[in-house]
């Protein structure tokens, strides 16, 4: 039986990576090692995402709780742990957190081919209330390794060797592509490991779901307020489509990926390039969009041609089935 072996012949992310390698015949396990620490990273988070209740009361395991020493919070704890697990890994060079205002050169002894760009806990005003909440990262390879500099960093997102995202939601969810579509993998928490349980993904090519915060609509660009308009009272006889907007990016994308639909985070007359991050939000989602047969669009052109000028530059960005962002292009080309 199909089933018996799924039970019994377990792929985890390190197999399956390890398999997707093969077909780099100079691959020397490199990228493998640096994903394992990526995965630890993501383990503890989970872990302390799961107790984050309790944690304010008890202090998360493995912090020392010197008396009258403040409680981390959890997105600072989430960051330190990944630049270490990172930067430990040996396979780094440059490392780029939302949480540190400049990218991080790793020393000359433990530096390694790849650069990290990541949001180490993305949605964090959803933590108090239990919301889903994750990790975004993208990793580029650097051009010289005897000498990275920023330019390495500020590579436009098709350059991009593989992103994805951990959910830590009702499961711990890795989504992840290395340029050959995109797969899915859900921690079993007795094995401590993350077994494949979403192979393949592909966004569905048309979508009935929406997903923006309606609440800056005010602020608008005609394309934007017109395609939500649209949403709401179709004029072509189809139905009106469902709003669902959970406001942590990783669990809208991860929605829209598996069930379609279009995630829009446009750019409007008080913020005019959005509000996303294009090295670590923007940039890794759309590879993933991408890859799974869907599309990202800036408003302007491909999400992934964009070649960032800084390491926090902002972008608007609409992403999801490739019907729905054919509907937006459109709505923009009419308008320029
Ligand atoms: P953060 O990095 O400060 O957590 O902000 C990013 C989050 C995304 O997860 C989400 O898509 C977006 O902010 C929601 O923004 P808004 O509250 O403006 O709708
Ligand atoms: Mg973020």
Redesign the pocket.
Known sequence: HEADAHRTDLMTITRHVLNEQTKYPESRGDFTILLSHIVLGCKFVCSSVSKAGLAKLFGLAGETNIQGEEQKKL?VLSNEVFVKALISSGRTCILVS?EDEEAIFVDRSKRGRYIVVF?P??????IDCGVS??TIFGIYLVKDEDNPTIDDVLQAGKNLLAAGYCMYGSACTLVLSTGSGVNGFTLDPSLGEFILTHPNIKVPKKGKIYSV?E??AKNWDEPTTKFVEKCKFPTDGSPPRSLR????????IHRTLLYGGI?L?PADKKSPNG???LLY?VFPMSYLMEQAGGQAFTGKQRALDLVPGKIHERSPVFLGSYDDVEEIKALYAAAN
Do not use: P, T
């Open positions: 997105d939302e949001d806990l993305d949605g964090s005003s959803n909440i994750g915060n609440g800056n907007y959970i406001g942590s990016m990783v669990a809208d995630f985070y509000k996303l991050r939000e």
